[in-house]
């Protein structure tokens, strides 16, 4: 923990609700620049530090996974010179992070089609993944040339080239578990909080199919200024909400059969 405020607030946590899956939509590198008149690769630069400072406080939190967005499909539209400084950027996290990972513990997996990166950083991946891969503590996903549409379109291919393989194609039926079990994260439970830094209400083709019941926690805070202190005041407000998974949490149970006559009843009334 790097600061007081921090270190107060995950005093008021309960260590037995830390979120197990935390997945982060890292957004607002640009604008982070443009307000301190920089190039928007500044933005960029200064984003490493809060991956830094996530992995860590996470991995010593308990967390098992935290998922975080790098580089989505999308950004390919991205300027040249945009993109390659994002490749640098993530070599050199790689390169420099991987003692401080193994010394969390921390087992590295990247996700997203990996073919299209540059074979320099597809090496760096491999080399880190390899060398992590023993650890048996927080699992660290990046998410890089990821789409979640993707991700859900390669899991039923290969649920059908399966069936194909098995000679059962004419009876196969898709069910949750045939698509959760195929995709990259069917180790891990589903992210119970997504984060979005800058403000943004929007998913953005992130784990469509494992956010389905994740807490959503979107903050203005631009992610270069995404601090611990940050961290954990999403872990606190993740507390405090009530998951219910589609059920009901009866605090004060009124009985069903009466409240809904009455209701009826009611409307009724109000309706002639
Ligand atoms: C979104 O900000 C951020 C990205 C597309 C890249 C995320 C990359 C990092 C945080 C740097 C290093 C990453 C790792 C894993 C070491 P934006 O550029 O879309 O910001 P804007 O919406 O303000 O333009």
């Known amino acids: 923990m790097d600061n007081l405020e921090s270190q107060e607030l995950a005093l008021l946590l309960d260590p037995e609700r830390i979120p197990r899956h935390v997945a982060i939509i890292m957004d607002g590198n640009g604008r982070w620049a443009n307000r301190r008149g920089l190039p928007r690769i500044a933005g960029h630069r200064a984003g490493v530090n809060p991956v830094r400072d996530c992995v860590e406080t996470c991995a010593q939190m308990g967390v098992e996974a935290l998922t975080l967005y790098a580089f989505s499909v999308e950004n390919w539209k991205r300027p040249r010179t945009e993109i390659d400084t994002l490749w640098r950027l993530?070599?050199?996290?790689?390169?420099?992070?991987?003692p401080e990972l193994n010394k969390n513990n921390v087992v590295l997996r990247v996700l997203g089609r990996l073919d299209a990166l540059p074979a320099k950083v597809r090496e760096e991946i491999d080399y880190a993944e390899e060398r992590t891969q023993r650890n048996r503590?927080?699992?660290?996903?990046?998410a890089i040339n990821y789409s979640g549409r993707a991700e859900i379109l390669d899991a039923v291919n290969a649920v059908i080239a399966q069936a194909r393989l098995a000679g059962t194609l004419d009876t196969l039926r898709l069910d949750e578990e045939s698509i959760s079990s195929n995709l990259y994260t069917s180790d891990l439970p589903d992210p119970d909080l997504l984060i979005r830094t800058s403000g943004e209400m929007r998913v953005s083709?992130?784990?469509?199919?494992?956010i389905?019941?994740?807490?959503l926690y979107v903050t203005d805070t631009l992610w270069p200024d995404f601090s611990r202190t940050e961290l954990m005041r999403a872990f606190l407000d993740f507390q405090k909400r009530e998951r219910r998974f589609g059920g009901l949490v009866m605090k004060d149970p009124v009985p069903a059969a009466i409240a809904e006559d009455e209701w009826i009843e009611e409307t009724a009334v109000s309706s002639k």
């Open 205 to 210: 083709n992130f784990l469509l199919w494992q």
């Open 137 to 142: 503590g927080m699992r660290l996903n990046l």
């Open 90 to 98: 993530l070599r050199f996290y790689l390169r420099r992070e991987l």
């Open 212 to 215: 389905a019941y994740a807490e």
